[in-house]
């Protein structure tokens, strides 16, 4: 989380003090006020992500301060929680009542401040991110439902019947849609059977608010893909509740995804290791190659900026680029010396081969150019399918200058491996002939990050 910045509100110095040593935020920036005329002007005029009250204090107390906050537009989204000597449950009562996100007794705020900071402030940032759609004809319901999903710090949208709703998700995504059920135009009905049966939409949570609460109706409108159903009139606070409940079991559920797909990614990494150690095995003279050409063009690609997730997935197609040499016959891949016409053109059926076995793994479709495309040549006249420059991937391109440099560096056996001197002279040879000239510059900046690599200018 960037800076959190929270004001303290008490006439009491002592328990300005106090508070500030129970909050331990690295991020926190702390400002004071002593009383709630104070805060509410420097409220005026800076944001706060949370404020912290007294209640008892002179000019404005804590309970006016904070109905103020709640009126403001540009500030009912800040939380406040109240810290007080009033203890009774008529005391709490008014504060929640007041908008207040928590209440504390003085005696617990030492104990309790911080995981109720904790618990309050993710809270309004993940409802800070949630855009909710609103669809209902009365004006009336739109702006009581909209202010109240505001002022609970969830960002909204209104529309006035389904087809305007439609219009809007053409170009907005929301993460929830609220919708009333007799509209003109476009009922619910029909609004809920288009979002359903579009598949970038259907996973949006849909929940029905109507007047109508005759449990057919209700049990109709669940049967079409709505998420809840809730029956007006209603009350704010348990619609913002349910609102909240939908969305973060949504998030759970997403983050189980998540984290079965990084399952899946981890095996995945795993079963490449084998295949690659598979093909390696077999070939004494290239072994260790695939992972010194990932490990090149993983330090190229942080060169150039990429995201950390490209730069995982080139180094992927880097261990994998050779991988369909495991499909050449051992008297052709393993022969030392020359290869006839004929041999050299099953070699080049390794990048088909390659492309082929990638295709079957979905996850891996990103990294299938950097297999089937590593031997294209910036001047077309490489194979299989003889493109030419920019036609070529970037990442095929890449691969092809990490690939071609390891390669000559390295002992064959039917010649010793190149001195990094006259390797770096084959590259400059060859950038924009064989191999791109943009890729050719960024290997020679990568390598100058080497230590004791030195390429000496032509
Ligand atoms: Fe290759």
Not at 34 to 62: C, H, K, S, Y
Not at 112 to 128: A, C, N, W, Y
Not at 218 to 230: N, S
Request: net charge negative; aromatic share 6%; proline share 4%.
């Amino acid at each position: 989380m960037s800076e959190t910045s929270i004001l303290i509100v008490d006439d009491s110095l002592a328990m300005r003090r106090g508070l500030r040593q129970c909050i331990n935020l690295p991020s926190a920036q702390l400002t004071e006020a002593v009383d709630g005329q104070e805060a509410l002007e420097l409220a005026a005029i800076r944001n706060f992500d949370l404020i912290i009250t007294d209640i008892d204090m002179p000019r404005m107390n804590g309970i006016q301060l904070c109905k103020s906050l709640k009126t403001n537009p540009a500030t009912k989204a800040v939380p406040v929680i109240m810290v007080s000597s009033f203890d009774s449950d008529e005391d709490i009562d008014r504060g929640f009542q007041a908008g207040a996100s928590a209440y504390l007794i003085k005696n617990e705020a030492r104990s309790s401040l911080m995981t109720t900071i904790q618990d309050v402030l993710p809270k309004v940032e993940f409802r800070g991110k949630r855009l909710i759609l609103v669809v209902d004809d009365s004006l009336v319901i739109r702006r009581m439902v909209e202010d109240g999903l505001v002022q609970a710090g969830f960002r909204v949208l209104t529309a006035e019947n389904g087809k305007k709703a439609l219009e809007i998700l053409q170009t907005t995504r929301p993460d929830f849609i609220l919708s009333d059920i007799d509209m003109p135009e476009m009922d619910g009905f029909s609004f809920c059977q288009a979002v359903q049966a579009n598949p970038d939409l259907v996973i949006i949570p849909f929940v029905v608010m109507s007047a109508n609460s005759d449990r057919g109706h209700m049990m109709r409108m669940l049967r079409r893909g709505a998420a809840a159903y809730i029956t007006k009139p209603f009350n704010l606070d348990q619609l913002v509740i349910m609102v909240e409940k939908i969305l973060s079991d949504q998030f759970q559920l997403l983050m189980k995804d998540r984290e079965r797909l990084e399952a899946d990614r981890r095996m995945l990494l795993a079963t490449i290791t084998s295949l690659v150690s598979a093909l390696e095995a077999r070939d004494a003279y290239t072994r260790g190659h695939s992972e010194a050409v990932a490990t090149i063009l993983s330090g190229m690609a942080s060169l150039m900026g990429a995201t950390e997730l490209e730069i995982e997935t080139l180094t992927i197609g880097g261990r994998l680029h050779d991988i369909g040499k495991i499909g050449i016959r051992d008297s052709v891949l393993l022969k030392p010396g020359h290869l006839t016409d004929e041999e050299f053109a099953i070699i080049k059926q390794h990048p088909t081969i390659g492309a082929n076995i990638l295709r079957s793994v979905p996850s891996l479709a990103e990294v299938i150019t950097v297999a089937l495309h590593h031997h294209e040549r910036f001047d077309g006249k490489g194979y299989p399918e003889g493109l030419a420059g920019q036609n070529i991937s970037l990442w095929a391109r890449i691969t092809a200058v990490a690939d071609t440099y390891h390669a000559l560096t390295s002992d064959r056996p039917y010649r010793k491996g190149f001195m990094p001197d006259k390797a770096f002279q084959v590259l400059r040879d060859v950038r924009g002939s064989q191999l791109c000239p943009d890729c050719v510059d960024l290997f020679f900046k990568w390598i100058t990050t080497q230590p004791g690599s030195s390429p000496t200018s032509s």
